[in-house]
């Protein structure tokens, strides 16, 4: 950290109040209360290396939170920014329409196909998650009325999902506050009871409650009549609403009841895809076999922004037969500098068989030392899997009653996290956090006492 009296520091303090003015006045940020910003200012962060990021003033943060879950390789990756440079030199651009491709594009979704579970062989690309389950959306209405059965619609999802902030996304995730903004959800989506038994299980055991979520999909699909449901969407577990990981009986009754009706299933790996979990897609870790697996984030790590949508061959064969265009892309579908990253980034997971360090090494080394927090006075429940976890923080232990929400503790802990140098989300009150897949023992163990020292400074605040 810089000395605060230095002319240094003080340079950066002028730079500082210049970038927050300017910010304020011309920057309309995503997901961001304008009147706290215009209190606080915004944290300015300038670099970033491995799981470091640093702010103007020269604060040093271990980032718990891979920027926004996508940071999978660690920050300043030199061969992304070499693979980058050389596309661009090569072709910075070309369209992916009208019979057109490029050699990134084609190799890129080769390299998934090989990546994806055995019977997912094609990828339609797109700029982002969100963007993605749009194309999720269109795909499944076209793909049921070329099979000749155009009254099934309605897509099936959950509340608290997070699928997206676009018209489509935002209808297809389950948050209030987002359908309560711009009149959502469209038509024709629907939303079911999600599996999170710490918040909603009240006396039943996880088990019980997770058959009890589960079975709401096929009371669901009842109630509208199998002939009007295109397809179920849902996150492997489910992210910004909170690592909510489904109790154990929650999936075998999902995956019975999909087999038993004709709707197609879309599991939503923008967060879990690219290695979190420790396999390359938590389709394998859960299990699952979806028809469609949405992907973006650890895509290209977020070196450039990508997503796409990997489909099965029941799928594809469908909607590339010969029967006219699916009138649906975007000008940076396969983007070819977007392609290059991500090819580069996929080489830079396997070369370090990252993947697999997250399933023998990372995560239970993280896991376990997560585990001691569960001791702490103020954490209700620790849970995790693979390099992704939420600690919940409540009032009472026993009772898993948690604080009034204008005690805002979630919040006074995430700024406590950034005072001693950690960045941790929170979602309520429930704390998340998703490192690099590059995070070492060491840097697991910073974080964790990072975070017992912000647990303890909270804990003095709420007692
Ligand atoms: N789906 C999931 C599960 C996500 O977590 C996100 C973003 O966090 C999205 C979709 C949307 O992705 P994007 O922000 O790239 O549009």
Known sequence: ???????????????????????????????????????????????????????????????????????????????????????????????????????????????????????????????????SNDTNLRMVRRYWDLKGKPSKKTIISRVNAYHGSTVAGASLGGMSGMHEQGDLPIPGV???????????????????????????????????????????????????????????TYWPEIKRILAKYDILFILDEVISGFGRTGKWFAAEYFDLQPDLITIAKGMTSGYVPMGGVIVSDKVAEVIKQDCGEFTHGFTYSGHPVAAAAALENIRIIEQEKLVERVANDTSPYLQSRLQQLAEHPLVGEVRGVGLVAAIELVKDKSLRQRFDANVGVGTYCRDACITHGLVMRSVGDTMIISPPLTISHAEIDELV???TQALNDTYQHVK
């Not at 604060?59 to 996508?70: N, Q």
């Not at 050699?103 to 890129?108: Q, R, W």
């Open 1 to 131: 950290m810089t000395n605060p009296l230095s002319t240094d520091a003080m340079s950066q303090q002028h730079k500082l109040e210049r970038l927050q003015a300017a910010d304020k006045q011309h920057f309309i940020h995503p997901f961001t209360d304008s009147k706290g910003l215009a209190v606080k200012g915004t944290r300015v962060i300038e670099r970033a290396e491995g799981v470091y990021l640093w702010d103007v003033m020269g604060h040093k943060l271990l980032d718990g939170m891979a920027g926004l879950w996508c940071v999978n390789v660690g920050y300043g990756r030199q061969s992304i920014v070499d693979a980058v440079s050389k596309q661009m030199q090569k072709l910075p651009f070309y369209n992916s329409f009208f019979q057109c491709s490029h050699p990134p594009a084609i190799e890129l979704a080769q390299k998934i196909a090989s990546l994806a579970p055995a019977h997912m062989n094609n990828v339609f690309f797109t700029g982002s998650g969100s963007e």
């Open 190 to 248: 629907v939303h079911i009871a999600q599996p999170y038994w710490y918040a909603e299980g009240k006396d039943l055991s996880p088990e019980e409650f997770g058959l009890k979520t589960a079975q709401a999909l096929e009371a669901k699909i009842i109630e509208l009549g199998e002939d009007n449901v295109a397809a179920f969407i849902a996150e492997p577990f489910q992210g910004a609403g909170g690592v909510i990981i489904p109790p154990s």
């Open 449 to 451: 006492a990072k975070a």
